[in-house]
């Protein structure tokens, strides 16, 4: 069990990614300011809106987790998410992508059981 318990905290490779572009954007920023670069400055704007950029196709691409609690076997941050091509129920980066299925949608797409013959 980890020092967190035993749940899942969404660690993804989509959201590794983007922690890491948006903390070196603000790095970057932040020495403009200091040092008076205002090329530093737009420098890390950039580098903070790449960072959502390539975290929103990431997601897209089955690299994120949709929201709330996931099975223990897809806690690891290299597993995908086989869902994501037809979108999670109330994901605003789904929406965003025109892949707007909601949890009752979900529910109705699947087949109902054929009911068994005596």
């Given at each position: 069990?980890?020092?967190?318990?035993?749940?899942?905290?969404?660690?993804?490779?989509?959201?590794?990614?983007?922690?890491?572009?948006?903390?070196?954007?603000?790095?970057?920023?932040?020495?403009?300011?200091?040092?008076?670069?205002?090329?530093?400055?737009?420098?890390?704007?950039?580098?903070?809106?790449?960072?959502?950029?390539?975290?929103?196709?990431?997601?897209?691409?089955g690299w994120g987790k949709p929201s709330g609690p996931r099975p223990a076997a897809q806690w690891d941050w290299r597993v995908r998410d086989a869902g994501a091509r037809h979108g999670h129920p109330d994901c605003l980066g789904c929406r965003l992508a025109g892949r707007t299925v909601t949890a009752t949608a979900r529910t109705r797409a699947r087949p109902e059981p054929a009911p068994a013959h005596p």
């Open positions: 069990m980890s020092a967190h318990g035993h749940v899942d905290l969404g660690h993804t490779l989509a959201g590794w990614t983007g922690t890491t572009l948006a903390g070196l954007g603000s790095a970057v920023a932040g020495a403009g300011i200091c040092l008076d670069r205002t090329w530093a400055l737009w420098l890390g704007a950039a580098l903070a809106v790449l960072a959502a950029a390539v975290t929103w196709a990431l997601h897209l691409a």
